[in-house]
């Protein structure tokens, strides 16, 4: 067996482990908010990334067993999972946690999940991972739209009444308005940052692991 198909075996066992962590957490989840689930980046970031990995082990199981690499759309696919729940830890780990205690946010109840170990766990397998097919530069815009939709809903809902948060950064009327745009305008930028880093950590280890030559314009 190649590195190439070791990393791959590797990436499907993790990305399984991850799938059984998700279940868990997302289901822990499901069991404390009902049907408010679907207001939360955590739970919407989550679901994507679980639906990615699931989505990367049926094409990544198929792959291995033909000795061929996973389609450059699936890769796109789990880059965007990966950046998803990647904010959410950054965010967690910047902002929330800061506000509400480290313990409560990342090593208590569902968040020990959705909050740290699936958004580690993700990282790591597909910067080290899951090398091949390389990301490209233009990839990070996929992984920003979903954060763009939520963000639009969601200050909408704000701004209409038809919901309060349920981050305090949300809370529309309870801050100045320019406060609320530069918390888009950050989460956002922060985003497209944490995406591009994701690419060039992918780039970079392909290289390493692979001797892959890369195009100047492909960076």
């Known amino acids: 067996m190649n ?4 990393r791959l075996k590797a990436a499907l066992i993790l990305n399984a482990v991850i799938v059984v962590l998700e279940c868990i957490g997302v289901g822990k989840a499901v069991l404390n908010e009902g049907s408010s689930l679907f207001l939360y980046y955590t739970e919407d ?3 994507v990334n679980l639906c990615m990995c699931v989505v990367f082990l049926i ?3 198929k792959a291995y067993r033909n000795g061929t690499e996973v389609p450059h ?16 830890f950054l965010v967690v780990v910047l902002v929330l946690a800061p506000m509400f205690g480290y313990v409560q ?3 208590s109840g569902a968040f020990v999940y959705t909050h740290f170990l699936c958004p580690i766990l993700s ?19 996929y992984a920003v739209l979903p954060t763009l939709i939520y963000a639009v809903i969601i200050v909408y809902m704000n701004i209409a009444r038809l919901t309060v948060g349920p981050y305090p950064f949300l809370h529309v009327y309870e801050q100045p308005w320019y406060l609320s745009i530069l918390w888009c305008v950050a989460i956002l930028g922060g985003n497209y940052l ?11 280890m392909a290289q ?3 001797k892959v030559p890369f195009h100047r314009n492909s960076l």
């Open 45 to 47: 970031s989550n679901l």
């Open 208 to 210: 390493i692991s692979m």
């Open 3 to 6: 590195e190439k198909n070791k």
């Open 194 to 204: 944490l995406a591009r880093l994701a690419v060039r950590l992918n780039q970079k």
């Open 59 to 61: 094409f990544g199981f």
């Open 73 to 88: 759309t699936v890769k796109v696919l789990r880059y965007v999972g990966t950046c998803l729940v990647s904010l959410t």
């Open 123 to 141: 990282f790591i397998s597909l910067v080290f991972l899951e090398q091949q097919p390389v990301l490209k530069k233009k990839d990070a815009v």
């Open 105 to 107: 946010f990342l090593f």
